[in-house]
C-alpha cells in the first residue's frame, strides 16, 4: 500500500522555524506533484505549497516569502521550511502526493 509518512511537526515560538518532511512509499512512481495543505480548528483544509517534480513551485498567499517547499525525487520526499511562525500558522499538516493522503502532523505556534 502506498504510506505517505510526515515528521517534523511540534512547538515553536513566533518568529521560529520547523522543518516538515512527508516520504512517500508503497509502489508510487511518477509523482507530478507533491505538496502541503493545512487544517487550523473550525477553518477548511487550504493548500500551503506543492511542487512539481521539476521543482516549480506554488504557494498559498497566507505563506509566500516566508516558507520554502522542497524535494528529493530520488527519495520521493518532500519538504516544507517554515520560517517566521506566526500563530495563524498552527494547524495541523498535511502531504498530499496524487490521490494519497498523510496523516498529518500537529504545528503549533505558542508563545
Known amino acids: 500500500q502506498v504510506q505517505l509518512v510526515e515528521s517534523g511537526g511540534g512547538l515553536v515560538q513566533p518568529g521560529g522555524s520547523l522543518r516538515l518532511s512527508c516520504a512517500a512509499s508503497g509502489g508510487i512512481f511518477s509523482i507530478i506533484v507533491m505538496g502541503w495543505y493545512r487544517q487550523a480548528p473550525g477553518k477548511e483544509r487550504e493548500l500551503v505549497a506543492t511542487i512539481t517534480s521539476g521543482g516549480v513551485a506554488n504557494y498559498g498567499d497566507s505563506v509566500k516569502g516566508r516558507f520554502t517547499i522542497s524535494r528529493d525525487n530520488a527519495k520521493n520526499t518532500v519538504y516544507l521550511q517554515m520560517n517566521s511562525q506566526m500563530t495563524e500558522d498552527t494547524a495541523v499538516y498535511y502531504c498530499?502526493?496524487?490521490?494519497?493522503w498523510g496523516q498529518g502532523t500537529q504545528v503549533t505556534v505558542s508563545s
Open positions: 498530499r502526493a496524487h490521490q494519497y
